[in-house]
């Protein structure tokens, strides 16, 4: 097959000095040249339709910003979405934000916009999937230590693309549809080289939304697992080694929407939109766990697994299920996301403020105002010592750090977007479309 290279302009990298409050306007608007790939290196992994695309133009940056990287203890991969195959959103460390400073903006070409802004971080890179004007996709590596482009790979033109996974040095891809089919897609992490694509079970159910999909690969033991709706099914899970099908959950439901499935303790659960939650074997892809509790067809922003319990964030608020039990466990406040570091406290956030609550009640400890309500999402994260929230990025008011023990705003960023930490302690704001801005937080 001809091997087909639809380039894309490189974000550019705008770097300027001191606290969040960089220059708002004028990040991203270097010369045209230092924007484009350099050498065109064909992947050569069997009929695969993709192209590799090496940025090698290397820009001076400003001294006193790109600091060195080292890694913080007990931090590990970002791996998936909300982190880890539970979806904690935690990262286990503690920061002081005296030392927080701007690291490097990376800015989209106009236009294009991040799949569903989730980034994954391993291996001292970024991991970030782009979608043009066109609809052509690409998936990007940004150097963590100098904020350039490393390495760019087209993935061609498709319906949908999910968040990127990252593991054991390769990054992992679901996609939807286009003439290539759906597909999960496995490049080297430091070339960007293709090394498989297997085919995936048809996720398109007709006449449903197919936004519910855009989440990213779990990776967990011996399997990857990705949401699968294909004749009612759940989860399939495909192996972490040979990349081949391994399984798909059996169900007699029919969804309308379903989310990244979560792994816990030799389970994979999923949940979806009527509040009802199913657990499956990792193992065999038997079903372990029914549990159904009505609320609404309205979808739920998503679910995570943390310490045995089970929480599903639906319209009507969180659903705690005893995951040992299978069994029903509190109803608590209704919030847009959540964060479950281990300990008695949950953290969450709404519309107009920040809530703490009690794990084993679901009862609201304490609520924060929020600095600006929300309009739609305020993503959460949560480390030992501090909350990071951020408004939906199309609001425009930002992200701050709340300190826990004291529960006050200790620092500010105008940026908004989706959250994440990686290993060397550096974190990420990504929103939809703009650019991209890591923050050194050591």
């Known amino acids: 097959m001809k091997t087909i290279l639809r380039t894309l302009a490189l974000a550019t990298l705008a770097v300027t000095q001191a606290g969040c409050d960089w220059d708002g306007g004028a990040a991203g608007n270097g010369p045209a040249a230092a ?6 290196a064909p992947v050569h992994a069997g009929t695969l339709d993709v192209a590799v695309s090496v940025a090698n133009a290397r820009q001076p940056v400003p001294a006193g910003t790109l600091t060195a990287l080292s890694a913080v203890p007990g931090v590990p991969a970002w791996s998936t979405t909300g982190g880890n195959p539970g979806h904690t959103n ?3 460390a503690s920061f002081d934000p005296a030392k927080f400073s701007h690291r490097f903006s990376w800015t989209l070409p106009a236009g294009a916009i991040v799949s569903q802004a989730q980034v994954a971080l391993d291996g001292g890179q970024a991991f970030v999937v782009v979608s043009d004007t066109a609809g052509e996709w690409t998936l990007h590596a940004i150097d963590e230590a100098t904020g350039k482009v490393n390495w760019t790979t087209a ?30 897609w496995f490049l080297d992490q430091r070339s960007g080289e293709v090394l498989d694509r297997q085919a995936m079970p048809s996720r398109h159910a007709p006449g449903h939304s197919t936004a519910d999909m855009r989440m990213a690969p779990v990776v967990a033991g011996d399997g990857i697992y990705v949401n699968d709706r294909a004749a009612g099914k759940l989860v399939a899970k495909f192996d972490v080694s040979t990349h081949k ?14 989310f990244a499935p979560a792994v816990d303790n030799g389970r994979v ?36 697994t943390s310490e045995g319990v089970a929480y599903a964030l639906s319209p009507n608020g969180v659903v705690a299920t005893d995951l040992k039990q299978g069994s029903f466990k509190w109803q608590g406040p209704v919030l847009l996301d959540m964060a479950a570091p281990p300990g008695p406290v949950l953290y969450g956030v709404a519309h107009d403020a920040v809530q703490a609550v009690e794990r084993a009640t679901g009862k609201t400890l304490w609520r924060m105002p929020l600095p600006s309500p929300a309009a739609v999402s305020n993503p959460i994260l949560a480390t030992k010592n501090l909350l990071f929230i951020s408004n939906y990025p199309q609001n425009g008011s930002g992200t701050y750090a709340v300190d826990i023990a004291t529960r006050k705003v200790v620092w500010t960023c105008a940026e908004g977007g989706w959250l994440s930490i990686s290993p060397n302690g550096v974190l990420y704001i990504t929103p939809f479309k703009g650019r991209i801005t890591a923050v050194n937080l050591g």
């Open 35 to 40: 924007a484009q790939a350099g050498a065109q």
């Open 90 to 92: 935690y990262v286990p």
């Open 155 to 184: 993935l061609g033109k498709l319906d949908i693309v999910d968040p990127p996974a990252a593991h054991d040095g390769k990054v992992i891809v679901s996609t939807q549809a286009g003439s290539q089919g759906d597909a999960l």
């Open 245 to 258: 099908l391994l399984w798909e959950s059996t169900w007699s439901g029919s969804p309308i929407y379903t």
């Open 269 to 304: 659960y999923a949940a979806f939109s009527d509040g009802g939650l199913l657990g499956f074997d990792a193992g065999s892809g038997a079903t372990v766990l029914e549990h159904h509790r009505q609320f609404t067809d309205a979808p739920m922003p998503g679910m995570m």
